[in-house]
């Protein structure tokens, strides 16, 4: 059957650690793979998208991989803060019928302690 | 500003009512979507338009409906035949073709009075 994982619920830090968030997939195949922010009551805002041909994308304190081969995305928040603590939500885009509705994770929520 | 809106913020039903949800964008997107999340649930895909006057139903689509008569709205309806209503709505409107972030409106919370 057709999963996609984030590796736990919750995850504690503490501040100024890299924060590393992982999505997990089985039975897709994804041409790209996007990742949000979710604050408590509120949407998801969109962060970064990879596609499947990039091992790595940059942006600020964000980093983002796409291994196709172990059918893996990590998530790093270097120099996590206490402003960092959401829900972080991987999805896969799937790109079939012309559009590409995405596929959600359940999320990870994370706590930077201060 | 260009964005999202959903509306009412909170909404409550009483038992055999149908409910509409509202999503407006000024973003002229093509694309609008209604999402569900529960709690420790991801958000699953209710119904999705590409275009204007079309739409196709998700994952989980029974007890909704939709309809998109403008680029810019696209009402949610969660009928009477929708057992397990309570839960966040999200709404998210993109840009068609792949490879485009979908943006969320803050959601409706549904609860059963």
Same mark, same amino acid.
């Given at each position: 059957s057709q999963k996609i994982e984030q590796n736990s619920e919750a995850l504690n830090i503490q501040e100024g650690k890299t924060a590393t968030l992982t999505c997990n997939y089985t039975n897709y195949s994804p041409a790209y793979l996007q990742w949000y922010r979710q604050d408590p009551g509120r949407g998801p805002v969109f962060l970064l998208l990879i596609r499947e041909n990039e091992k790595e994308k940059r942006k600020e304190r964000l980093k983002v991989t796409f291994d196709t081969t172990l059918k893996q995305s990590l998530f790093h928040i270097t120099a !996590?803060? =206490? /402003?960092? !603590?959401a829900t972080y939500l991987c999805a896969l885009d799937l790109l079939f019928s012309g559009n590409t509705p995405l596929v959600f994770g359940k999320g990870t929520r994370l706590s930077v302690i201060a | 500003d260009g964005g999202i809106t959903q509306s009412p913020k909170y909404l409550f039903r009483k038992e055999g009512q149908n409910v509409t949800l509202s999503c407006e964008q000024n973003?002229?997107?093509d694309a609008m979507y209604w999402y569900r999340q529960d709690p420790g649930q991801g958000l699953r895909l209710i119904y999705y338009s590409q275009i204007v006057n079309d739409f196709q139903k998700g994952d989980i689509a029974e007890g909704y409906s939709v309809s998109r008569e403008k680029k810019e709205s696209f009402p949610l309806t969660v009928t009477s /035949?929708?057992?397990? =209503?309570t839960a966040f709505y999200l709404c998210a409107s993109s840009l068609t073709g792949s490879n485009q972030p979908q943006h969320f409106g803050d959601g409706t919370r549904l609860s059963i009075l």
């Amino acid at each position: 059957s057709q999963k996609i994982e984030q590796n736990s619920e919750a995850l504690n830090i503490q501040e100024g650690k890299t924060a590393t968030l992982t999505c997990n997939y089985t039975n897709y195949s994804p041409a790209y793979l996007q990742w949000y922010r979710q604050d408590p009551g509120r949407g998801p805002v969109f962060l970064l998208l990879i596609r499947e041909n990039e091992k790595e994308k940059r942006k600020e304190r964000l980093k983002v991989t796409f291994d196709t081969t172990l059918k893996q995305s990590l998530f790093h928040i270097t120099a !996590s803060q =206490p /402003a960092d !603590s959401a829900t972080y939500l991987c999805a896969l885009d799937l790109l079939f019928s012309g559009n590409t509705p995405l596929v959600f994770g359940k999320g990870t929520r994370l706590s930077v302690i201060a | 500003d260009g964005g999202i809106t959903q509306s009412p913020k909170y909404l409550f039903r009483k038992e055999g009512q149908n409910v509409t949800l509202s999503c407006e964008q000024n973003l002229n997107h093509d694309a609008m979507y209604w999402y569900r999340q529960d709690p420790g649930q991801g958000l699953r895909l209710i119904y999705y338009s590409q275009i204007v006057n079309d739409f196709q139903k998700g994952d989980i689509a029974e007890g909704y409906s939709v309809s998109r008569e403008k680029k810019e709205s696209f009402p949610l309806t969660v009928t009477s /035949a929708q057992k397990n =209503p309570t839960a966040f709505y999200l709404c998210a409107s993109s840009l068609t073709g792949s490879n485009q972030p979908q943006h969320f409106g803050d959601g409706t919370r549904l609860s059963i009075l």
